[in-house]
């Protein structure tokens, strides 16, 4: 059944969803009971109590978001890899794997990263090579298929697909472009995933009612209209 979105079953997207959540809810969790136990910067909360005008147990509040932030935002690449895998024809090859998605019958594999910045400049090139051993070599099981290193979010709103071409500091000089390992922004691989242009926004804009679904919480009007200018922002 499709009721949410037309390129997924709402089995799936709901289950995508509520693992998302789950691991929200315990990242919130583990940062409140943990806190402290890792060593505080005093020197930091010193001059954000003075920089930030704040106090203590503000200052606590938001150094603990903080951490829970940091702890969900290592499964959004995981939850955009589940949803992805579930479109008809790809396939979520699970953490551990060399690959992230697959679709044999397009001959396509990917590696998915939920922001630009989550690989340094100096590991693209690990990827790169990656690519390059499994889409170039006459023995490989992939050889001939397009490899795609995708950024959900990217560096700026311009939309891309390019062929990829990090530094390689070893070389000193940058990896050669090849029309099979290529680099794509997260907006357009959605659309070249399920073949609708706005697909990406069309998820974000029905998260909302999946999560009310599951957690029986509702967005205000006014949060809904601020969240949905943060991905024009992005997106745009």
């Not at 990917?110 to 390059?132: C, M, P, Q, W």
């Not at 029986?216 to 949905?228: A, C, E, F, P």
């Amino acid at each position: 059944m499709k009721t949410f979105l037309p390129w997924i079953e709402d089995e799936a997207l709901v289950s995508a969803v509520e693992h998302l959540v789950k691991k929200a809810l315990g990242a919130k969790a583990d940062a409140e009971a943990n806190f402290g136990k890792n060593v505080i910067d005093p020197f930091s909360a010193l001059f954000e109590l003075s920089g930030f005008e704040i106090d203590v147990p503000t200052w606590i509040k938001s150094e603990t978001a903080r951490q829970a932030q940091k702890t969900l935002q290592n499964h959004i690449g995981d939850f955009h890899q589940r949803i992805l895998g579930a479109v008809s024809g790809w396939e979520d090859m699970k953490t551990g794997s060399v690959i992230d998605l697959v679709n044999h019958e397009r001959k396509i594999i990917v590696e998915l990263k939920n922001k630009h910045n989550t690989i340094s400049g100096g590991r693209l090139a690990d990827v790169y090579k990656t690519f390059e051993d499994l889409v170039m070599p006459k023995s490989s099981h992939y050889k001939g298929y397009t490899s795609y290193y995708v950024a959900i979010i990217p560096k700026t709103k311009r939309r891309y697909d390019k062929t990829f071409t990090p530094s390689d500091k070893t070389k000193g000089s940058k990896c050669s472009e090849n029309e099979l390992i290529r680099e794509i922004d997260g907006a357009s691989f959605y659309q070249l995933v399920t073949g609708q242009k706005y697909a990406l926004k069309e998820l974000y804009l029905a998260l909302p009612k999946v999560i009310a679904q599951i957690t029986g919480k509702t967005l205000s009007d006014s949060d809904r209209q601020g969240l949905i200018g943060f991905f024009d922002e992005a997106f745009s």
